[in-house]
T-cell receptor, first 114, second 118 residues
Framework: AQKVTQAQTEISVVEKEDVTLDCVYE???????LFWYKQPPSGELVFLIR??????QNEISGRYSWNFQKSTSSFNFTITASQVVDSAVYFC???????????FGAGTRLTVKP | NAGVMQNPRHLVRRRGQEARLRCSPM?????VYWYRQLPEEGLKFMVY????????ESGMPKERFSAEFPKEGPSILRIQQVVRGDSAAYFC????????????????FGSGTRLTVV
């Protein structure tokens, strides 16, 4: 069965610090997709990234970067030079190719203080 | 090209009333998922629908909850005889399968409906 663990419930940093949000997953499938979503205080879900299991290349998008390591079943998310607007709950999610549901982690609440 | 539209954004119901939540998927998307987010928790899968078909309802509570996605119109999540424990944010996601691409699924979420049962 698929499972996503975000061990960090809450993280608090000061603006301009770098911060890494951890995500560990479990799956028996060889084909699957990993996602990160941001949920700001307004409540909507903002798509950040999707990764398929065959692509272990790390990705950078502005201040955001993702480190996908199949050997450790992890898909960690780093925000460089954090800003107050980054304050949100961040969810990691897994979708198996032959399964119908996207399984979410419990989320990490990030607070960036000025 | 409008995104996934959910309405209402906020819904208040008294215990015992019915709640109807609507979701219009993105244009061209024929697959819809419903998720529930209890306060301070992650999202939990409820049901997966295609047009006129329930594909997987393994996450739906056995009683009082039902979902449909008719040929015409939005998908509806219906909660009968609501109780306080139903208070949550309900999100709908639609996706498009593109078998010719490497990545075959792209999920788009609506803004959610926040149900409060008083």
């Amino acid at each position: 069965a698929q499972k996503v663990t975000q061990a960090q419930t809450e993280i608090s940093v000061v603006e301009k610090e770098d911060v890494t949000l951890d995500c560990v997953y479990e799956t028996r499938d060889t084909t699957y997709y990993l996602f990160w979503y941001k949920q700001p205080p307004s409540g909507e879900l903002v798509f950040l990234i999707r990764r398929n299991s065959f692509d272990e290349q790390n990705e950078i998008s502005g201040r955001y970067s993702w480190n996908f390591q199949k050997s450790t079943s992890s898909f960690n998310f780093t925000i460089t030079a954090s800003q107050v607007v980054d304050s949100a709950v961040y969810f990691c999610a897994l979708s198996e190719y032959n399964n119908n549901d996207m399984r979410f982690g419990a989320g990490t609440r990030l607070t960036v203080k000025p | 090209n409008a995104g996934v539209m959910q309405n209402p954004r906020h819904l208040v119901r008294r215990r015992g009333q019915e709640a109807r939540l609507r979701c219009s998927p993105m244009k061209g998307h024929s697959h819809v998922y419903w998720y529930r987010q209890l306060p301070e928790e992650g999202l939990k899968f409820m049901v997966y629908l295609q047009k006129e078909n329930i594909i997987d309802e393994s996450g739906m509570p056995k009683e009082r909850f039902s979902a449909e996605f008719p040929k015409e119109g939005p998908s509806i999540l219906r909660i009968q005889q609501v109780v306080r424990g139903d208070s949550a944010a309900y999100f709908c996601a639609s996706f498009l399968t593109l078998p010719e691409l490497d990545e075959t699924m792209f999920y788009t979420f609506g803004s959610g409906t926040r149900l409060t049962v008083v």
